[in-house]
């Protein structure tokens, strides 16, 4: 049995993550053998699963429940840490179709001193869900697609952006939204009105508490028609309900931005 103190601690999530997403139960059963140690545990908030057959059991009722039927699959999130025999990453369960996360789980492994798992601990939680849907939404906003940013958007979403109210023929993007075809809207707005080859901003800071979170960022847009460059100190408020963004408050300096 190959031992996984050869893997990097990305590979072991990775294996971790795809077991999850297996068809075949032979394939399956083996990928838990050279996962964890005979005697190795799985602790959730409410069970724990000790041994092989226990795990490959667990396993095998999440596939039938939530992959086989085509709904859902795992994903790794970028961003595995490891070290002394400790690895922890985040997966979410994501709807085979697109769209937000369902359920985000941030695992903590102990390995034995043959590499397999001899502890496994799951949690999740809010927080998780949140910040998970929270990421991808950032990735998604620089990537640049419309579209796929209004997918992580409700049906109906309490918006606000700053100033003005009413409207503004120098900020056109700013005005009254409240739907998911508004969002995409919006950021189409955005995209004509500047140049989106040259937008920017450094790495934003992400705060979470259980539904909410908070954004700090910087915009960095050039305008299409003068090119013009412009900064602007932001911060975002969302809120996220069953995996979707149902508030979105902008708290910038519009008028400078004007």
Known sequence: MPSALIMTETS???????????????????????????DGSEFTDTSRYTGHGALEARIAGAYEQFVAPGEFVFVLEPGVVGHHGAVTFTTHMVPAAGGGPAWTGVVFLLLGEDGRITRDYQFSGADAGTRAVVTEFLRRLS???PERIAELFADVVDWQLAWPSTGHPAVPWIRARSTRADVADHFRALDSFHVPERRGGREPEVLVQGADAVVLGEIRQTVRRTGRSYRALCALRLTVTDGLITRYHVYEDSLSVA
Not at 21 to 36: I, K, M, S, T
Request: glycine share 4%.
């Open 12 to 38: 072991i999530a990775e294996r971790y993550t795809a077991v999850w997403n297996e068809p075949d139960p032979d394939r399956r059963r083996e990928a838990v053998a050279q996962l964890w140690a005979e």
């Open 143 to 145: 990537e640049g697609s």
